[in-house]
């Protein structure tokens, strides 16, 4: 199992950029797949972007196409979230998690999450 913790939100303005880092404890980080999700005041969780252990595939919310970049760094534990061209509507708590799986509901995890991270755009 792996424990992930989130860094790297802050308050940044329209059009701006933030990069998300997830950590993770636990030595069998590189078996599993990895993805971000995010949750906004008043609304449910909902997947962001994912990747597999293995770097072949990366999936995106069309909400963060074209503006988000998930990567991972097997060596060091440790995926990515790129955001640039960010949006008020973005402005949510990012949680990190692992084990991402695809099933009748959409995306999820049936990893450990973590605490999450406040990204907070203003207009």
């Known amino acids: 199992q792996v424990q992930p913790v989130e860094s790297g939100g802050g308050l940044v303005q329209a059009g701006g950029s933030l990069r998300l880092s997830c950590a993770t404890s636990?030595?069998?980080?590189?078996?599993?797949?990895m993805g971000w999700f995010r949750q906004a005041p008043g609304k449910e969780r909902e997947f962001v972007a994912g990747?597999?252990?293995?770097?072949?595939?990366?999936y995106y919310a069309d909400s963060v196409k074209g503006r988000f970049t998930i990567s991972r760094d097997n060596a060091k534990s440790t995926v990515y979230l790129q955001m640039n061209s960010l949006k008020p509507e973005d402005t949510a708590v990012y949680y990190c998690?692992?084990?991402?799986?695809?099933?009748?509901?959409?995306?999820?995890?049936?990893?450990?999450w973590g605490q999450g991270t406040q990204v907070t755009v203003s207009s």
């Open positions: 998690a692992a084990d991402l799986t695809w099933g009748p509901t959409g995306w999820s995890a049936r990893g450990s």
């Open positions: 636990g030595r069998t980080f590189s078996n599993y797949d």
């Open positions: 990747i597999t252990y293995t770097y072949t595939s990366t």
